[in-house]
């Protein structure tokens, strides 16, 4: 079954401190992977996007690796700010399907 | 414009009416997928268009639902005869490719609420 799974489902860290979200997927075929940000009530902002072949890849204080052996990434955020509050959602289309299969998200809350 | 624009942001409905929610894209973009997402939910995709084909519509959710972009720039999901499930967010989002493996950039959504 095509699954995208996150870990954990809510987090809260001081600002200024890092923070890592993990993701778990179980598409196939796979042929990239997305981190997105949503502020609630907004839609979702588009972070980095994996392909096979890229194990890290940085945005600013945001850094995804890929590991396509063991299906797995993460969402690296450093030196976190209040802004940062907000949902991290791991999608992961369906091989070269537009249809989207999402993750439940990470709820982040920055305090400050 | 600068982003994927969606009017209105806010819609409350009684049920049994009929609503429209207007998705104008980015200038150019040749994809345009509308996603649904229920409170606490990821999106559910609901129809995907290349200019003005509609390619995919097997997420609309029942015959109530259609979508249209006659020209291939703005987009129309109408939803018929409302009921309370279909409260929800209803966002747009638009692409630059035609692979539909491109980044997707998302509109702020339409919250529609039917009571």
């Known amino acids: 079954k095509n699954q995208v799974e996150q870990s954990p489902q809510s987090l809260i860290i001081l600002e200024g401190k890092n923070c890592t979200l993990q993701c778990n997927y179980t598409v196939s075929p796979f042929s990239n992977l997305r981190w997105y940000k949503q502020d609630t009530g907004r839609g979702p902002v588009s972070l980095t996007i994996m392909t096979f072949s890229e194990n890290t890849k940085s945005n600013g204080r945001y850094t995804a690796t890929l590991d396509a052996d063991t299906k797995q990434s993460s969402l690296h955020i450093t030196a976190s700010q209040l802004s940062d509050s907000a949902s991290y959602i791991c999608v992961v289309p369906r091989g070269s399907n537009y249809q989207l299969i999402w993750g439940a998200g990470t709820k982040l809350i920055i305090k400050p | 414009g600068a982003g994927v624009s969606q009017s209105p942001r806010y819609k409350v409905a009684k049920r049994g009416q009929d609503v429209a929610l207007r998705c104008d894209p980015i200038s150019g973009h040749v994809s345009l997928f509308w996603y649904q997402q229920a409170l606490g939910q990821g999106p559910e995709f609901l129809t995907y268009f290349q200019n003005e084909a509609q390619l995919d519509k097997s997420g609309l959710p029942s015959d109530r639902f259609f979508a249209e972009r006659p020209e291939g720039s703005v987009s129309t999901l109408k939803i018929q005869r409302t009921q309370q499930e279909d409260s929800a967010v209803y966002l747009c989002?638009?692409?630059?490719?035609?692979?539909?493996?491109?980044?997707?950039?998302f509109g702020e959504g339409s919250r529609l609420t039917v009571l």
């Open positions: 989002a638009s692409s630059g490719t035609d692979r539909n493996t491109g980044e997707l950039f």
